[in-house]
């Protein structure tokens, strides 16, 4: 695994810092012409932590700029006539280093993932792209990671491996310790009821996943419950590898992945962010309706990985 260049970060406002005293990075936006896209590369312009090419119809980017009275005079703008065309050459600029991270902006996700998984023009690096979801765990303040709840909708057994050896590679860059993983079910073993549970068990005993140097613990089918609290673990007489709260959550489909996120951006209002594993380069992945502060985040982390990559 690269290690790339470390230090323990345990939350959001530690990216931050770790980014402003490193080379200024530049994100390709496909299709920016969104409020809180062109809010956060205001701000992240203005503090020398990002610099930005938008892709877009310009005549579109500079009226939702204007009506939110952000200054975007020192930004390239690519003019574009569609989504499609934004993603592509979006993509080709971080493929060709006219850029190093690539974000969706204001485009359906199917559109932007095709423009990345794209075998000639695209930014595929290992053998499966998954997504993570990075939040700050509403009770401890520390980075934790959801996956996959934005790419992989059904994984099966290989995927199960794919997904949580790409989550650790990104924590270990990100917060620069090994993580510990828990493959989340209804059940806490394998039960032939339920296909995940049973490719989990089969994922938990083949796995060895190794950051800095250290064999990462993995352990599941596991609850939630379980995954989070030693005591729980007690009460229900799981024998864990390691005592909880783990930091990274293999979840067993997309729309539990999805829903697990989208409660801790709601009811918890969880500092978040959303990125794209596997890739060549940082790939920064949101819902259209995230706010300004999970989009500066996502920026933020993207610079981090493309600094660490
Ligand atoms: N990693 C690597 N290669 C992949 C992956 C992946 N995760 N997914 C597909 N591929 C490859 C396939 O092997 C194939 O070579 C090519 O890409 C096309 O794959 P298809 O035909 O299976 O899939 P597509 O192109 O129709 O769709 C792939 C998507 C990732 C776009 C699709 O799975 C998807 O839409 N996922 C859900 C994304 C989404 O809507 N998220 C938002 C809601 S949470």
Redo the contacts with the bound molecule.
């Keep these: 695994m690269p290690i790339g260049e470390t230090g323990v970060r345990k939350n959001f406002r530690a990216v931050i810092e770790f980014i402003k005293s490193k080379p200024v990075q530049k994100v390709a936006v496909a299709c920016a012409a969104d409020e809180a896209v062109l809010k956060s590369a205001g701000i992240a312009s203005n503090e020398k932590i990002l610099d930005f090419i938008f892709f877009d119809n310009a005549e579109k980017i500079k009226k939702a700029a204007a009506a939110h009275k952000i200054d975007i005079s020192r930004f390239e703008i690519i003019d574009t006539r569609s989504e499609q065309e934004a993603a592509a050459l979006a993509t080709a600029a971080v493929r060709e280093g006219r850029a190093q991270i690539l974000m969706k902006g204001h485009l359906s996700?199917?559109m932007f993932?095709?423009a990345v998984?794209d075998?000639n023009t695209g930014l595929?690096k290992s053998k499966?792209?998954?997504h993570i979801q990075v939040f700050e765990c509403p009770i401890t303040g520390d980075i934790k990671m959801i996956s996959d709840?934005?790419?992989?909708?059904y994984p099966k057994y290989e995927e199960f491996c794919h997904i949580t050896a790409n989550a650790v590679e990104a924590f270990y860059k990100i917060c620069g310790r090994a993580p510990k993983v828990a493959l989340i079910s209804a059940y806490n073993r394998a039960n032939h009821l339920l296909r995940s549970s049973v490719d989990m068990a089969a994922a938990r005993d083949d796995m060895k996943i190794f950051a800095g140097g250290e064999r990462v613990p993995i352990e599941g089918p596991v609850t939630l419950d379980v995954a989070l609290s030693a005591r729980a673990a007690e009460k229900k007489e799981v024998r864990m590898s390691f005592e909880g709260p783990a930091d990274i959550f293999i979840v067993p489909n997309?729309e539990t992945g999805?829903l697990l996120g989208k409660s801790l951006l709601f009811f918890t209002k969880s500092q978040s962010a959303g990125i794209i594993c596997?890739t060549s380069r940082p790939v920064i992945m949101l819902s259209r309706a995230d706010n300004f502060s999970t989009k500066f985040n996502s920026m933020a982390l993207g610079s981090l990985l493309a600094i660490n990559g």
């Design positions: 996700t199917g993932l095709k998984l075998k595929r499966l792209l998954s709840g934005g790419m992989n909708l997309i999805n596997g």
